[in-house]
């Protein structure tokens, strides 16, 4: 009765959070690195890293877990372990396998924190264009005290 649902296409609604490894490969438009390197593109996506570079920095990098930003990665680095050694507090790194050695268990945990923090993230966001459109409300309620 399900032999028609395409969970390829399923996962593909997350690759906006780089929730896949394969939605992390993708992201990497011109990663310095080529497959030969210990920093390769497929090792990055492995280690939790899609590419957050441009043009002009294309050595950037972030976690799809715990978002740590990291830049300035040399050939030689091992993903794994630069990010144990900067984040070692991400779920991601304490697991510290890659997505097809993941128990489901883990996966939907790691699932779990990534969107509680993209949540937050637009709470925040929320809240600060808020302050921002009433501002002058928000003096007054505070010398109303
Ligand atoms: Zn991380």
């Known amino acids: 009765m399900y032999e028609n649902i395409d ?13 896949m490894e394969k939605h992390r490969i993708d992201s990497y438009k011109k990663w310095p690195f080529n497959d030969n390197f210990p920093c390769s593109v497929v090792k990055m996506a492995e280690a939790g890293f899609f590419w957050s570079g441009n043009d002009k920095e294309n050595d950037t990098a972030t976690c799809f877990v715990c978002q ?3 830049h300035g990665w040399e050939s030689t680095d091992n993903p794994w372990k630069e990010h144990a050694k900067h984040a070692p507090q991400c779920q991601f790194v304490k697991y ?7 128990l489901l268990e883990e996966f939907l945990v790691i699932f779990g924190i990534i969107y509680k923090s993209k949540m ?5 966001r929320i809240r600060e264009v808020f ?3 009433v ?10 005290k």
Do not use: P
């Open 7 to 19: 969970l390829s296409a399923k996962f593909d609604n997350f690759k906006n959070v780089y929730l």
């Open 68 to 70: 740590k930003t990291l």
């Open 96 to 102: 510290g396998r890659k997505e097809k050695d993941l």
């Open 120 to 124: 937050q993230r637009e709470i925040n």
């Open 131 to 133: 302050k921002a459109e």
């Open 135 to 144: 501002s002058d409300e928000l003096e007054n309620f505070r010398t109303q």
